[in-house]
């Protein structure tokens, strides 16, 4: 780690920019059929499986982040003492045959879901494995999916409504299929019931067809957001999606209607989880230039019919990470580092992280993470950047694949994997607490350890990880990534940690 001994100042905030009253849906349709189902109908409840199959298709990249001249605003990289602590740590899903895992975590009031490709798993809070199925047509989406290739699963818990959503989408080139599969539980259990839709997501554009990839799930006080990539099944250029959806629909009287949009220039737009004390509005985040990222809000749900808000908001410039991460024994893994990876809300500011490189000389790999006020846009005013830091590693080290997260008490926390030439990935977690100074963040702490060199051969260490603060337990946040066992192939782990 670097020790610095500047950082981005508040008045930064002046800097945003935003555009018109707002952009209306480019449509509105609705899913298929409405599939109800009962989690507790499924026998047996743990049902263990092994795919015979790599994730495919192959990992595609669309950045279209511009680089510009850098401006001279300063990045946070102060460290402070703080570590996470009285951590709790369990297995979570294991090697299944698929490659990545792309694990993904959602905590109620008494369970926790994790999501990989291509399972579903529900444990206690003490890590008893209380649930497992598949992803596909004979499992957790049965009535719903139509191809076994079930992938890039996402899972929130939504404390407003005490709920819990779920995403997936399924692929096949042969004959071509692309579908976003959507599911909403009854309650807070997710042992009981559940509503599930299916939403056609092959599109046709300029006589070419093109497939959904790499959803993001968010969600506020009225509305849900999913955003994915299109990519071509054969030539063409990509471009991206928003779909929205009133959460009242989601309690499952028949087929879901949405509105969607489309983003031509945007890559990887990252729908943000609010706290609760939400408003309508769902945010977003995703990367514009080298020295900016542009601020979406869908703005409406309650009211009538939701427009897209849009706004740029200068930060300081970085360096697009887009090499390999090394590892121990001269293996190299794919952080995916060409996008943004995460985003939160919590009590009037979006954060959002992703991975950079440390500077235009120093090539390795580092996290930077934002804080951006809202104020009362999209209504009025433009949003604006409060405070940014990096997290770098010490030596020859390196930090990539962040997911950031922020409790009702403006506590962050970040995972991360480290690694290094002479270490293996290992599971790292940070945060800060709303007094620390501007743009620092604690010292990591290591939270998940691997046991060898990683066996894939491509190399890819999954799409996201994930981190959510306790809906009750506050100051508590759990997370998950990827890790490698004895025999090099991935595992996941389950972590909880508190910031005093």
Not at 194 to 214: A, M, P, V
Not at 405 to 433: C, N
Not at 434 to 444: E, F, W
Request: hydrophobic share 40%; proline share 8%; charged share 20%.
């Amino acid at each position: 780690m670097r020790r610095a001994g500047w950082f981005v100042l508040a008045v930064i905030g002046a800097l945003g920019t935003a555009w018109g009253q707002g952009r209306a849906p480019g449509g509105a349709s609705e899913s298929g059929p409405l599939v109800r189902d009962d989690a507790r109908t499924f026998f047996p409840m743990v049902q263990e499986a092994t795919f015979q199959s790599y994730i495919r298709p192959a990992n595609p990249k669309r950045s279209e982040v511009r680089a510009v001249r850098p401006n001279r605003l300063r990045s946070g990289g102060r460290r402070t003492a703080l570590r996470p602590r009285d951590r709790a740590l369990f297995p979570g899903i294991e090697y299944n045959g698929s490659r990545p895992p792309d694990p993904h975590i959602a905590v109620g009031t008494d369970q926790i879901v994790q999501v990989t490709n291509s399972q579903i798993a529900v444990f206690d809070r003490a890590g008893q494995r209380l649930f497992l199925q598949t992803l596909g047509p004979s499992g957790f989406f049965r009535g719903v999916a139509t191809r076994s290739f079930v992938f890039d699963p996402r899972v929130v818990y939504d404390a407003m409504a005490g709920r819990f959503y779920v995403v997936a989408l399924e692929f096949d080139d042969a004959p071509e299929v692309s579908g976003l599969l959507v599911a909403a539980s009854d309650g807070p259990d997710p042992l009981g019931g559940w509503s599930k839709w299916r939403i056609e997501s092959r599109l046709w554009r300029d006589g070419r067809s093109f497939w959904f990839d790499y959803p993001s799930l968010g969600f506020s006080r009225d509305g849900v957001v999913v955003t994915g990539n299109l990519f071509p099944f054969a030539g063409g250029t990509p471009w991206a999606r928003s779909i929205g959806f009133r959460k009242a629909a989601l309690s499952g009287g028949g087929p879901l209607p949405f509105f969607f949009w489309t983003h031509e220039r945007t890559p990887t737009v990252q729908a943000s989880r609010a706290l609760p004390g939400a408003g309508d509005t769902v945010f977003g985040a995703a990367l514009s230039t080298t020295s900016a990222l542009r601020l979406l809000a869908w703005a409406g749900f309650a009211t009538g019919v939701p427009r897209l808000n849009e706004a740029e908001v200068v930060v300081p410039s970085f360096t697009l990470f887009t090499a390999r991460v090394p590892t121990s024994d001269g293996a190299t893994i794919d952080p995916v580092s060409d996008r943004l990876m995460d985003a939160a809300w919590g009590g009037g500011s979006l954060y959002a992280t992703h991975t950079v490189q440390v500077s235009r000389t120093d090539p390795r790999a580092s996290v930077r993470w934002y804080e951006f006020t809202l104020g009362s846009w999209p209504e009025s005013g433009s949003p604006g950047l409060r405070q940014t830091g990096e997290v770098r590693a010490d030596g020859n080290g390196h930090y990539c694949m962040p997911a950031i997260a922020v409790d009702s008490r403006a506590s962050v926390s970040l995972v991360m994997t480290g690694s290094s030439r002479t270490t293996l990935p290992d599971l790292f977690a940070t945060g800060r607490t709303a007094s620390a100074p501007n743009g620092a963040m604690g010292t990591p702490t290591r939270i998940g350890s691997s046991l060898q060199r990683p066996i894939d051969a491509s190399s890819r260490w999954g799409d996201y990880f994930s981190v959510v603060p306790d809906p009750v337990d506050t100051g508590v946040f759990w997370g998950t990534g990827q890790v490698t066992r004895a025999d090099g192939d991935w595992s996941t782990v389950i972590v909880n940690w508190t910031l005093p």
